[in-house]
């Protein structure tokens, strides 16, 4: 599969190593009787005033990256599956701030149904979005196991499926996380339903 230009041009960190870090750093952190706050560490607080989404992701895995580097340079090498975890999409101009996710998840995601920025992979764009322009860009976020259930009852409670698991949402980032073998292995392991690539 030949991939032209790619949707996470964000960032020119390839995405696996993103994936690697958010692992690396969520795993010893995430606690199951906390939900909300265990992944929203203040030392990966996103720049709030930053000049576009781009920017806001990027200084969340810039900061974890240096921070990361400093307790190891090759702490993330340790993590080559998912753990357990799984990918989810979050797609912010869809969303409608109903609240009923973050009150099934308990947290995990907030009132406008953003994933804890701890678990921020990439930010992506589709240049030729399936249907409603609202879901061209998206946010790919690792949710560990422990909040994998928690995770998908938000899912499942919100109206506008402005969230939902990357294996069945119509994204072409499925194109480029297909490519490569960590990811692949883990989405084809995990999904539910029959993934839907869109070309």
């Known amino acids: 599969m030949s991939i032209q230009i790619s949707v996470f041009d964000f960032d020119e960190t390839p995405f696996e190593q993103r994936l690697s870090e958010a692992i690396a750093w969520c795993y010893p952190r995430a ?3 906390d939900p909300r706050y265990s992944l929203r560490t203040e030392e990966l607080r996103p720049w709030l005033l930053a000049p ?6 990027f200084s969340v895995l810039r900061n974890r990256a240096l921070s990361l580097f400093r307790s190891g340079p090759d702490v993330e090498d340790e993590f ?13 101009d869809a969303n409608l701030c109903a609240g009923a996710a ?3 998840s308990r947290g995990f ?7 804890p920025w701890d678990t921020w992979v990439a930010l992506g764009m589709d240049r030729k979005p399936v249907g409603d322009s609202a879901y061209q860009i998206y946010l790919v976020a690792w949710v560990p196991s422990m909040f994998v259930d928690l995770a998908a009852a938000g899912i499942e409670a919100n109206p506008e499926k402005c ?5 069945q949402a119509n994204i072409t980032a499925l194109d480029e996380l297909l490519v490569h073998p960590l990811t692949a292995r883990s989405l084809i392991r995990t999904s539910q339903a029959p993934l839907t690539i869109v070309h």
């Open 31 to 33: 606690r199951a009787d």
């Open 163 to 167: 969230i939902n698991w990357v294996d």
């Open 102 to 104: 973050e009150q099934e």
């Open 109 to 115: 995601f907030d009132v406008e149904n953003t994933p």
């Open 52 to 57: 576009d989404r781009g920017a806001t992701v």
């Open 80 to 92: 080559t599956e998912l753990e357990g975890g799984r990918l989810m999409v979050y797609f912010p």
